[in-house]
């Protein structure tokens, strides 16, 4: 177990009636003070993980830890745990004060120290002077702050916020992001956020963690997870990538679409099945007859920062390029990449035998 471990699954399932297991044998650890993300699509378990961690639900099968201690029938609110929820959950008859107030409260606190600890905690979300502003008068922002707000006045130990941002426009989710991060580092203590949205998970953890179907499919760092997805649905799932069949001939030497390319994998077997992954801001257009693959401009769209375009190889493998650089449909173009980009994925690689392999090209390239 990790030195600084705050909670820890071991071997995990949850599962009502005869349906298939929200969560099938799920073990993980999660560390003091860091800012952790359960990525997934709908239905992959990472709420139920949620629920498990505040003591809403109790596991089928396995045990939970807290500071080492097995509390799989420990109640909620015997649990260091605060949860921010999707909608909130704001009385909206109480002022912004007493919603903060309302714990406290409850656990019969002198005036006085529930005065200086919610006056510290909306300090901390940036509202002090909106103590006696009605629910109702604020915004979605604000609403959310006062969330925030209301969970940590009671100085947990662990924060869970349930897709907390999916409510709120564009920009002001953005900047929710910024807020929530600078947040959990003045706090300094452990926040577990569920959220669908890739982008939301690359800018705002410390570490990972992909769900599908129950199952974690990788933990690790953003920068892992998006330069070295584990398997298909992690690529796919995380960013967009070009995802081809191709032939591990040797350490650092790969093959696809009839070429053979150097790469910087290794640990394969000779001539291995793999499939490969290049993300299409890897990819350099380029002269036809200058460039590592000939393609054909099917489609192209300008998305701000980038084009995003659309092409097809000989052998009817789609490529899609992020440049900024224009391309006219019907085009046909080189694709230049060096052997950096690309990722080459073993099938059926579980999650330790993958974290192996990475061990050792780090090592490798670390000797170079």
């Not at 909608?87 to 002198?110: I, S």
């Not at 390319?261 to 890897?282: A, L, S």
């Amino acid at each position: 177990m990790a030195e600084q471990a705050i909670i820890r699954f071991e071997n995990v399932t949850k599962q009502y009636d005869e349906d298939p297991p929200v969560l099938d044998d799920v073990s993980f650890e999660i560390e003091r003070g860091k800012f952790y993300t359960l990525l997934g699509p709908s239905g992959c378990g990472k709420t139920t993980i949620l629920r498990l961690i505040a003591g809403l639900t109790e596991p089928t099968k396995g045990n939970i830890y807290f500071n080492g201690k097995l509390v799989n029938h420990v109640p909620a609110n015997e649990r260091q745990v605060n949860t921010v929820f999707q909608d909130y959950a704001l009385f909206p008859h109480l002022d912004v004060y007493e919603n903060v107030a309302f714990g406290l409260r409850v656990k019969k606190m002198k005036k006085a120290d529930i005065d200086a600890k919610v006056k510290e905690a909306l300090r901390f979300v940036n509202l002090e002077g909106y103590e006696s502003r009605k629910i109702q008068e604020m915004s979605g922002g604000q609403k959310q702050r006062v969330a925030i707000a209301r969970a940590i006045v009671n100085e947990p130990e662990v924060l869970l916020l349930d897709e907390p941002l999916s409510a709120l426009d564009l920009k002001l989710r953005t900047e929710m992001q910024y807020e929530l991060r600078e947040l959990q580092r003045r706090l300094g203590i452990t926040f577990i956020f569920v959220t669908h949205d890739q982008e939301e998970a690359l800018a705002m953890s410390d570490e990972i963690f992909v769900l599908n179907k129950g199952k974690i499919q990788q933990r690790g760092t953003p920068t892992d997870i998006y330069d070295e997805p584990i398997n298909r649905f992690v690529a796919d799932f995380i960013g967009e990538s070009n995802i081809i069949p191709g032939k591990m001939i040797k350490d650092f030497l790969v093959e696809f679409n009839g070429k053979v390319f150097e790469c910087v994998d290794q640990g394969f077997h000779p001539n291995e099945p793999v499939e490969i992954v290049i993300r299409p801001e890897d990819l350099e257009i380029t002269e036809p007859d200058k460039g590592k693959l000939r393609v054909r401009v099917d489609s192209q769209l300008f998305r701000g920062v980038h084009y995003e375009i659309c092409c097809y190889d000989e052998d009817g493998n789609e490529w899609l390029v992020h440049s900024t650089k224009k391309a006219a449909v019907g085009e046909e173009i080189g694709l230049h990449f060096d052997p950096e980009a690309i990722h080459v994925m073993r099938l059926g690689e579980t999650e330790e035998e993958f974290d192996k392999r990475l061990e050792s090209y780090r090592e490798v390239s670390h000797a170079k």
